[in-house]
């Protein structure tokens, strides 16, 4: 019995509440204390889901069933360890610190199979060859392209002479010509050219087949051929609250006309298909296009706009005689969940949609459930969710965006209720405006600049001036119209958001005239995001327990600065190829100290655009390729290179020229792109690397480096290389 007491008053401390010795000497232990290890539940789940996209081969059973035994090892292990512990064999600060270490793996360990089974399960063919032929298909959604053109996305597919087993679930086709757009879920028929899903431009670069394996998009392509109606859509399903809200959306835009008319419309259906692309641009330039897309500011504004109405009414009418037993702040956390909900069917339920609905929900029920509403718990229950339905969702930028942006404001809190009592009552809201405007951008606009290669230096004003105005006319303008529609009245508040969507359409304009409103950047390499993120988690407070002492704390924040500086050391000296081919060899472009000079003004345009932003250069295509380097008649291009002594010819044929005699176009050391095949064989043309069709369909686009040592080929799809989508 005094070897159990003994026992028990060595594991106290490993036992006490975190916090408790802040506690105890009269402080309040911080936010991050506060919530424990619960944070880093999807901290641990992300770097198992993050180890297994960075595979470079599809795993096979013996992975997963490696998988397996080391979940049951992490599962024993806690219980082995505290049996040891308690038998006096081990601390009971070892054993804490193993059932600790077993968690995290069990999680890390979790989150890898999370997204194996997950990609399995959305499995569903792709098209592995160019198609042209008559398309059938139901249409399930309408969008626009970034060229401005209207796409139609198709499920139940045919394809003429195409085996089922062969047919993509899911084709996407953009429209060529303008022309009446059918409903969803309407049949339709359509002559289309189609292909798989197109890989990275370049090595490293975003792969468009990973996202596409997960939207289960089998191929895309267009249509210059009239779209012709197969049979009108059935009167129920799912796909008839989907034409509700389409004709919800045409209706607003109708009525609130023009752009502003589109930007409510998308903010409150989520079509964003009557978004021109040039207002798309003004908006990325003046960082405001997070809000076009519906995300966790909509969904808390109008959760937010709900509940306060509810408890406002609730606490008015217990001031007028009501019932004062009911617990008013928990059913305005249900009603406003209840129109959170509405508005995640009304939105069209997105992934960023679906996103910001278990945020907001999760905080919600926290309410409910008698706990704090905003904190890191909650955040992690709501990042801990996600992760799980849709482990892919971490490699997107709005995820790691919203998630930053959250935890960021959170840690907020405790510094800003310090400072606002000091303040005059006027200065608090847009002094806390101005804050969290600030906080928000500085964390996000890195995960930015490494997704997309640009930073824009006005967002901070433009968010200051727009924010407040979605948050007082166009949020609770769309709740109203909602109100009202049903007696016929939803006009005023369909005005009142348009003033405020006029108004964030002036701004942005304004704000993207500006002179030096984006700054671009060249395209971070692929572990600078990894390091980035490990590194701020290293440095968030309470990352250890309370109270804890000696080199571990200095160890933690020094490993986590380490890495954020590493991150910084490998970005600013990453090195872009001297020469890029596109994957179907209509697109050259070469390094020089201009900038990127492309083979041609046309030709292999989504390649190029796709180059010059990865080098943060600002030029067009045309104007790219106005620099001098290339040489020669448009089908046959060529250029003389000499780089660190390294002297190299670069020929680039295309169209008629790749059909004519290419004998003698080939020289030693050089290298001979061509967009279609050559005569006679490439064997034939002499001593020089040829890039012809048959060597891209292989290995996709291809970056050239040019060394003392030599040329270095890097090509997308390279050996041993291997994934489900490729």
Request: proline share 8%; hydrophobic share 50%; charged share 15%.
């Amino acid at each position: 019995m005094t070897e159990s007491v003994n026992a028990l008053q060595t594991r106290l401390p490993a036992l006490a509440p975190r916090g408790g010795r802040q506690a105890a000497a009269g402080l309040r232990p911080s936010v991050g204390i506060r919530a424990g290890l619960l944070p880093w539940m999807p901290f641990w789940l992300a770097l198992g889901i993050g180890g297994w996209f960075l595979l470079p081969r599809e795993p096979g059973p013996g992975f997963h069933a490696g998988l397996v035994l080391a979940g049951v090892a992490c599962l024993l292990l806690p219980g082995g360890a505290m049996r040891l512990a308690g038998s006096g064999r081990l601390g009971w600060a070892w054993a804490d610190r193993l059932r600790l270490a077993a968690f995290a793996a069990l999680l890390v360990v979790l989150g890898a199979g999370l997204a194996g089974v997950r990609a399995h399960l959305v499995a569903a063919p792709v098209l592995d060859f160019r198609y042209y032929g008559p398309v059938e298909g139901r249409v399930v959604g309408i969008d626009r392209s970034s060229r401005d053109r209207m796409r139609l996305l198709l499920d139940q597919v045919g394809l003429h002479e195409v085996a089922p087993g062969r047919t993509p679930a899911r084709v996407r086709i953009s429209l060529m010509e303008p022309q009446e757009l059918p409903v969803p879920g309407q049949r339709v028929m359509l002559t289309a050219h189609l292909g798989p899903p197109a890989g990275p431009s370049e090595p490293g670069g975003f792969d468009f087949r990973r996202l596409a394996w997960f939207e289960r998009l089998g191929a895309v392509g267009y249509a210059r051929a009239p779209v012709m109606t197969v049979e009108p859509p059935a009167d129920g399903g799912v796909l008839a609250l989907h034409r509700i809200r389409m004709s919800l959306s045409q209706a607003m835009q109708e009525r609130i006309g023009g752009q502003a008319g589109a930007v409510s419309a998308a903010l409150m259906t989520g079509d964003r298909s009557g978004i021109a692309e040039q207002t798309n641009q003004i908006m990325r330039d003046s960082n405001l296009y997070h809000i076009v897309s519906i995300s966790g500011l909509h969904m808390s504004m109008l959760a937010g706009f709900v509940y306060a109405a509810l408890r406002l009414g609730g606490v008015a009418a217990q001031g007028l005689g009501g019932v004062r037993a009911v617990p008013v702040h928990k059913l305005a956390a249900a009603g406003a969940l209840g129109a959170s909900a509405l508005y995640l069917w009304l939105s069209g339920g997105g992934v960023a949609t679906e996103r910001a609905f278990i945020m907001v929900a999760v905080m919600l029920l926290a309410i409910i459930a008698d706990r704090r509403a905003v904190s890191l718990r909650t955040v992690a229950v709501a990042a801990g969710l996600v992760l799980v339905l849709n482990p892919e969702a971490l490699t997107e930028a709005g995820f790691q965006m919203s998630f930053a942006a959250t935890v960021a404001l959170i840690l907020m809190q405790e510094p800003w209720a310090r400072l606002s009592p000091r303040l005059p009552w006027w200065a608090r809201p847009v002094l806390m405006l101005f804050l969290s405007s600030f906080v928000a951008g500085m964390v996000t606009a890195p995960i930015a600049a490494a997704h997309f290669g640009r930073m824009t230096q006005y967002g901070l004003l433009a968010n200051m001036l727009v924010v407040p105005v979605v948050g007082a006319l166009v949020m609770p303008g769309g709740v109203f119209a909602a109100l009202l529609a049903p007696l016929g009245l939803a006009q005023p508040a369909l005005w009142l958001m348009g003033l405020g969507t006029g108004w964030m359409l002036a701004v942005a304009q304004w704000i993207s005239d500006l002179g030096g409103a984006v700054t671009l950047f060249p395209v971070a390499p692929r572990a600078v995001l990894p390091l980035m993120a490990v590194g701020a988690m290293l440095l968030l407070p309470g990352a250890q327990p309370a109270g804890a002492r000696g080199p571990l704390p200095l160890l933690r924040r020094g490993t986590g600065i380490a890495l954020l500086a590493a991150a910084g050391v490998l970005w600013l000296g990453a090195t872009r190829p001297d020469i890029l081919v596109s994957a179907q060899g209509d697109a050259v472009a070469v390094l020089t100290p201009a900038g990127r000079v492309p083979s041609k003004p046309g030709g292999g345009s989504f390649a190029v655009e796709s180059w010059l932003k990865a080098d943060g250069d600002a030029a067009d295509q045309a104007g790219a390729a106005a620099r001098p380097l290339w040489q020669g008649p448009p089908a046959n291009r060529w250029a003389e290179l000499d780089r660190g002594g390294i002297r190299l010819r670069i020929r680039h044929l295309t169209g008629r020229a790749t059909r004519e005699d290419a004998r003698g176009q080939c020289r030693e050391g050089g290298i001979l792109v061509a967009n279609a095949a050559l005569s006679p064989s490439p064997a034939a043309l002499g001593e020089c690397l040829v890039l012809d069709p048959p060597y891209l369909r292989k290995h996709g686009a291809v970056a050239i480096f040019l060394e003392p040592s030599g040329p270095r080929y890097v090509s997308v799809d390279r050996p041993g290389i291997r994934r489900l989508w490729h």
